[in-house]
């Protein structure tokens, strides 16, 4: 078998001390990031790429880092929703329904391993799921020319704002505004600065990086200054954990349901606009339909703590497949991924799986990896976790803005690019309060420059005919799945959006 | 009402990108969509989008007090002083002033401000710059 060779040289290139180091360490970083109320895996991963990037490390170990705080932070979400029915990050808000009816039931420790021991089923599947559905995905992608690919980026842009998203407009606006963005510079086709009035140091464009850490974590802070929330979500509540296993006939009756959620979750992962919100609300939804008979749902259910944290994890590790395979991440956080690569000069796509497979199978053997010590790390030592609640945001946020302006610092050492990033956390917040998604605004800039190139290298192709973009059997099709992936919302997307925001607090921008 | 103003200024925004882009200069190596086309799709998107926005308004979002405008305002200047000081006071005094005022902002009393303030300068300046070798801000006094 031509996979487990290269997942075997991918184990070799995975199992150093210094990758083992840097992925647990990831983990431990990405459960902490997770748990906080207020810093997701799109906060934390993009809080770590600047650092990782000047920290000097090589492709491999950075990505193994970076993705281990990714699968960590997914983990980690599901702590604060147990214990202080807040949730920690946006995909853990559906294990608040049962998680927390469980922890006031006394069943908080079970309740945590239960959900560790779901959320390591979830990871490990959609993992396998991966390695089996890239190369096949890449098969694929392999017969895309510039038209296709044109339309694939119009398709992830389109689809960004998911089923659940109400204001398709405003979606539309932030993905035109990110890739609006990405003009500014000078163009690489034919040398002409555009959009850069005369700045000299908008010439090599704006760096991403600095979008991303301005849009997320800066505005962030600005959240946090404006409501004054200076104190931890946990203070005042008693945090009983109780016994750290849970009961084998509990495992054993959530089996099938851990089961049937990976599949379900994976499959949300790995279609466009979906992402792990959508993976743990509909895994939550199907289970509820499929083996609630009791009406025990929402009153403490394991098998409703298993299921949206299966989902959530398997949609995670879904959400990798067209990221790495076709260069077009489907959710915020993969996004985030997509920038990590590309601040290491590494394409992501097709190409990558030929040219270098030590990057793709490294990373692969790393997730295995990751997962095994998440699960390690988040049974026993799930005490530890709790604690890090306890931190009042009062410390937290001015230790989160400060390495933001490190990391960035770093990279160019210029004034100039931290004054561009306080511009984007005040942009952030902005379009934060007026419901305006960031997550298409971070993928414009990412991939705004590929995009125009493939559009403009189709039509010089075909001597400058515009209809060579729907040409091909391949590309109309890609464009009806965007044209129905757009208008799709509008119509169903105010129900879907209603049931998944009734456990929402307000400032959900940052959705995966 | 909110939604209104933004999508006005989008369209602003959307005839200004527009202008821009008619205004870059066409090199005469160019290829059959030159470096204009693109733009001028973009800046069509966003006109589109801001009108939609226009027709048809969500909700209006809470908007903070004006206290906790001028909070933010505030905040915004004293993370921008620190972006043009951090080259001449160097990392470690220009991160403890910004790092204590937030953490002041944020409800902290004033000692535990300056604690937080200096854990933090000091701790990102062991940690990135001792242990891991990052290059950060030097001032007149080398750190």
Same mark, same amino acid.
């Given at each position: 078998?031509?996979?487990?060779?290269?997942?075997?040289?991918?184990?070799?290139?995975?199992?150093?001390?210094?990758?083992?180091?840097?992925?647990?360490?990831?983990?431990?970083?990405?459960?902490?990031?997770?748990?906080?109320?207020?810093?997701?895996?799109?906060?934390?991963?993009?809080?770590?790429?600047?650092?990782?990037?000047?920290?000097?490390?090589?492709?491999?170990?950075?990505?193994?880092?970076?993705?281990?705080?990714?699968?960590?932070?997914?983990?980690?979400?599901? *702590?604060?929703?147990?214990?202080?029915?807040?949730?920690?990050?946006?995909?853990?808000?559906? @294990?608040?329904?049962?998680?927390?009816?469980?922890?006031? #039931?006394?069943?908080?420790?079970?309740?945590?391993?239960?959900?560790?021991?779901?959320?390591?089923?979830?990871?490990?599947?959609?993992?396998?799921?991966?390695?089996?559905?890239?190369?096949?995905?890449?098969?694929?992608?392999?017969?895309?020319?510039?038209? =296709?690919?044109?339309?694939?980026?119009?398709?992830?842009?389109?689809?960004?704002?998911?089923?659940?998203?109400?204001?398709?407009? #405003?979606?539309?606006?932030?993905?035109?505004? +990110?890739?609006?963005?990405?003009?500014?510079?000078?163009?690489?086709?034919?040398?002409?600065?555009?959009? @850069?009035? +005369?700045?000299?140091?908008?010439?090599?464009?704006?760096?991403?990086?600095?979008?991303?850490?301005?849009?997320?974590?800066?505005?962030?802070?600005?959240?946090?200054?404006?409501?004054?929330?200076?104190?931890?979500?946990? /203070?005042?509540?008693?945090?009983?954990?109780?016994?750290?296993?849970?009961?084998?006939?509990?495992?054993?009756?959530?089996?099938?349901?851990?089961?049937?959620? /990976?599949?379900?979750?994976?499959?949300?992962?790995? $279609?466009?606009?979906?992402?792990?919100?959508?993976?743990?609300?509909?895994?939550?939804?199907?289970?509820?339909?499929?083996?609630?008979? =009791?009406?025990?749902?929402?009153?403490?259910?394991?098998? +409703?703590?298993?299921?949206?944290?299966?989902?959530?994890?398997?949609?995670?590790?879904?959400?990798?497949?067209?990221?790495?395979?076709? !260069?077009?991440?489907?959710?915020?956080?993969? &996004?985030? $991924?997509?920038?990590?690569?590309? %601040?290491?000069?590494?394409?992501?796509?097709?190409?990558?799986?030929?040219?270098?497979?030590?990057?793709?199978?490294? $990373?692969?053997?790393?997730?295995? *990896?990751?997962?095994?010590?998440?699960?390690?790390?988040?049974?026993?030592?799930?005490?530890?976790?709790?604690?890090?609640?306890?931190?009042?945001?009062?410390?937290?946020?001015? *230790?989160?803005?400060?390495?933001?302006?490190?990391?960035?610092?770093?990279?160019?050492?210029?004034?100039?690019?931290?004054?561009?990033?306080?511009?984007?956390?005040?942009?952030?917040?902005?379009?934060? #309060?007026?419901?305006?998604?960031?997550?298409?605004?971070?993928?414009?800039?990412?991939? !705004?420059?590929?995009?125009?190139?493939?559009?403009?290298?189709?039509?010089?192709?075909?001597?400058?005919?515009?209809?060579?973009?729907?040409?091909?059997?391949?590309?109309?099709?890609?464009?009806?799945?965007?044209?129905?992936?757009?208008?799709?919302?509008?119509?169903?997307?105010?129900?879907?959006?209603?049931?998944?925001?009734?456990?929402?607090?307000? =400032?959900?921008?940052?959705?995966? | 009402?909110?939604?209104?103003?933004?999508?006005?200024?989008? *369209?602003?925004?959307?005839?200004?990108?527009?202008? %821009? &882009?008619?205004?870059?200069?066409?090199?005469?190596?160019?290829?059959?969509?030159?470096?204009?086309?693109?733009?001028?799709?973009?800046?069509?998107?966003?006109?589109?989008? /801001?009108?939609?926005?226009?027709?048809?308004?969500?909700?209006?979002?809470?908007?903070?007090?004006?206290?906790?405008?001028?909070?933010?305002?505030?905040?915004?200047?004293?993370?921008?002083?620190?972006?043009?000081?951090?080259?001449? %006071?160097?990392?470690?005094?220009?991160?403890?002033?910004?790092?204590?005022?937030?953490?002041?902002?944020?409800?902290?009393?004033?000692?535990?401000?300056?604690?937080?303030?200096?854990?933090? /300068?000091?701790?990102?300046?062991?940690?990135?710059?001792?242990?891991?070798?990052?290059?950060?801000?030097?001032?007149?006094?080398?750190?």
């Amino acid at each position: 078998m031509d996979i487990f060779a290269s997942l075997g040289d991918g184990f070799a290139i995975a199992l150093t001390w210094q990758n083992l180091a840097l992925a647990l360490l990831g983990c431990f970083l990405g459960t902490v990031m997770g748990a906080m109320p207020g810093l997701g895996p799109s906060n934390g991963v993009a809080i770590l790429i600047p650092l990782a990037f000047t920290m000097g490390l090589g492709a491999t170990p950075s990505l193994i880092l970076l993705t281990s705080v990714y699968y960590g932070a997914m983990y980690g979400g599901r *702590i604060s929703s147990i214990l202080l029915n807040i949730p920690g990050d946006e995909p853990a808000m559906m @294990t608040c329904l049962d998680g927390h009816p469980m922890a006031k #039931k006394g069943l908080a420790g079970e309740a945590l391993s239960l959900s560790g021991i779901a959320s390591f089923v979830g990871a490990f599947f959609a993992t396998w799921g991966l390695i089996f559905l890239a190369p096949q995905l890449v098969k694929i992608a392999l017969l895309f020319g510039p038209a =296709e690919y044109f339309a694939l980026f119009a398709l992830a842009f389109m689809t960004l704002g998911g089923v659940s998203s109400t204001n398709q407009a #405003k979606s539309a606006f932030a993905a035109a505004l +990110g890739i609006g963005l990405a003009m500014i510079g000078v163009d690489t086709q034919t040398g002409v600065p555009r959009f @850069t009035f +005369g700045e000299v140091h908008l010439y090599d464009g704006i760096d991403f990086l600095v979008a991303i850490v301005g849009l997320f974590a800066l505005s962030e802070v600005l959240i946090f200054l404006e409501h004054r929330h200076g104190g931890s979500d946990a /203070s005042g509540k008693k945090m009983e954990i109780g016994r750290l296993y849970p009961p084998l006939s509990m495992i054993k009756r959530c089996t099938p349901t851990m089961l049937r959620t /990976s599949v379900l979750g994976f499959i949300a992962g790995v $279609l466009p606009g979906a992402g792990a919100s959508l993976g743990s609300f509909i895994s939550y939804s199907m289970e509820k339909r499929l083996v609630d008979r =009791e009406n025990t749902f929402g009153t403490g259910d394991p098998r +409703g703590v298993a299921a949206p944290e299966t989902g959530n994890n398997a949609a995670a590790g879904g959400a990798l497949v067209p990221m790495l395979a076709l !260069g077009v991440p489907g959710s915020g956080t993969t &996004a985030v $991924l997509l920038a990590v690569l590309l %601040a290491l000069n590494i394409t992501p796509g097709p190409l990558l799986f030929t040219q270098n497979p030590d990057v793709v199978w490294g $990373l692969i053997a790393a997730l295995f *990896i990751a997962n095994f010590m998440l699960l390690a790390m988040n049974i026993p030592m799930v005490g530890l976790f709790t604690r890090v609640l306890m931190v009042p945001s009062r410390i937290l946020m001015p *230790i989160v803005a400060m390495v933001s302006f490190v990391g960035i610092y770093g990279i160019s050492g210029s004034s100039f690019d931290l004054m561009v990033m306080i511009g984007f956390g005040v942009m952030g917040w902005g379009l934060r #309060k007026l419901d305006v998604p960031l997550v298409p605004i971070i993928l414009g800039t990412l991939l !705004g420059n590929a995009m125009e190139s493939n559009l403009r290298r189709a039509i010089t192709i075909d001597n400058g005919n515009w209809w060579t973009l729907v040409d091909s059997p391949l590309s109309i099709g890609l464009w009806a799945v965007a044209i129905v992936g757009f208008v799709l919302p509008v119509i169903v997307g105010r129900r879907v959006k209603a049931k998944m925001q009734q456990r929402r607090d307000e =400032e959900g921008a940052l959705r995966d | 009402m909110s939604d209104r103003i933004f999508g006005v200024f989008g *369209i602003l925004l959307a005839f200004a990108y527009a202008m %821009a &882009a008619l205004a870059i200069e066409e090199s005469f190596l160019s290829d059959a969509v030159g470096p204009k086309a693109f733009p001028l799709i973009l800046a069509a998107i966003l006109g589109l989008s /801001s009108l939609a926005i226009i027709l048809k308004p969500d909700a209006e979002p809470r908007w903070p007090a004006l206290g906790r405008l001028a909070e933010i305002a505030a905040a915004v200047i004293v993370m921008i002083a620190y972006a043009q000081l951090l080259p001449e %006071a160097g990392f470690v005094i220009a991160t403890a002033f910004a790092a204590g005022y937030l953490a002041w902002r944020l409800g902290s009393r004033p000692l535990e401000a300056v604690a937080t303030g200096v854990g933090t /300068s000091v701790g990102i300046y062991v940690i990135f710059h001792l242990v891991l070798g990052l290059s950060l801000a030097r001032g007149p006094w080398g750190f």
